[in-house]
């Protein structure tokens, strides 16, 4: 039979003490592993909190990384039109007769 030892909480109560018992044993076990997964939480949590600031950092550096491509692409395509444009004039010297502009119609 398990003999049952009393532990002074306080002035107040006593309760008693089993240490031999295969419920308080699961019950320090159990706590264990809560305290373990809090723990383990707490990490994953910061290990989410700086991956999505990280995330942040990498989407930001794609993003200007991108306008820059975007206006350069604009500018790349602008010099192409201004030297197509330079060769027509070149080879057009002429101005051109359209009916469009003449006695200031339009």
């Known amino acids: 039979m398990v003999e049952l030892v009393w532990c002074k909480l306080s ?3 006593r309760l008693p003490c089993m ?3 295969a419920t308080f044993w699961l019950t320090v076990v159990g706590t264990l ?9 707490l990490v994953a ?3 989410a909190k700086s991956t999505l600031t ?7 550096h794609e993003q ?3 306008m820059q491509r975007k206006w350069f692409d604009l500018f790349d395509a602008a010099e192409n ?7 027509f004039q070149v080879k057009y ?4 007769a359209t009916t469009e502009c003449e006695n200031g119609r339009t």
């Open 11 to 13: 002035a107040l109560a």
């Open 54 to 60: 990280l995330a942040k950092q990498v989407a930001e």
């Open 93 to 96: 010297d002429r101005k051109l």
């Open 81 to 87: 039109f201004r030297t197509l444009l330079e060769r």
């Open 64 to 66: 200007r990384d991108w």
């Open 33 to 41: 592993v809560a305290v373990a997964s809090l723990v383990g939480s």
């Open 19 to 21: 240490y031999e018992s």
């Open 45 to 47: 949590l910061a290990i």
